[in-house]
């Protein structure tokens, strides 16, 4: 992996989508503040300097455009592993994309792709909290961070080596046709939950199966089974 490190810049995932053609497969990219962060559905990701840990990663091969579905989640896997080593727990995935501690949301992903006539790369984007100490403003689901968890503030430097090596560790094991399923299955937040579902602009009572072993989502509503694509249903649990 090559490492890029800025002090600040507009946005990881925009430098890398403006640069993507001069850059190598599974360029890291990193900032200690970012003055247009984006998250999903294009929400500002707002950060005071040093208290996040903001990155993406430029996938350019072949294997990783054809074999998409897995990035989203093998991404917070990646940074539940790199989270784990600083003792905190109950650690899961929120699919397709969030990092859950307990019930509070202590990283987002963000998974964009750019095309011309065909697809030339795929960018993860990705933000940690990690030395907030509050969350100030109105959240649809309340965030923690590294510090709320430990009660210690973590050196920014050491845990993004630690999430380097993690994601770098589990790109090349995915590039070789490991299957990272088994393992992302026990970090399922969702699974077995009720809840509200937004699904196509209809707000329906579902119950979620769970997290398939080609990363859609299955869940159960009006009798019926259902799998679910990224982008297709928005939870309000």
Known sequence: MQRIDFDTVDSTNTYLKN??????????????????GRGRNNRKWLSEKGDSLMFSILLKDEVFLANYRPLSVLAAYSVIKALE???????????????????EKICGILLEGVAREKMECLIIGTGINVNQESFEGEYLRRPTSVYLQTG?????????????????ENLELLKKGHDFYPEIA?????????AVAEINGQREEV???????????????????????????????
């Open 186 to 194: 026990r970090y399922d937040y969702l699974k077995g939950r009720n």
């Open 152 to 168: 210690k503030h973590v050196e920014l430097e050491e845990l993004k080596n630690t999430v380097y090596a993690q994601f770098s």
């Open 19 to 36: 640069n993507y053609g001069e850059l190598k497969d599974m360029t890291f990219v990193s900032a200690l503040l970012q003055t247009a």
């Open 85 to 103: 080593q600083y003792g905190i727990s109950d650690l899961s995935i929120k699919w397709p994309n969030d990092v859950y501690a307990g019930d």
């Open 207 to 237: 119950m979620i199966r769970g997290i398939n072993d080609n990363y859609s989502l299955r869940i159960c509503y009006r009798g019926n089974e259902s799998d679910i694509e990224s982008g297709e249903i928005t939870f309000h649990l």
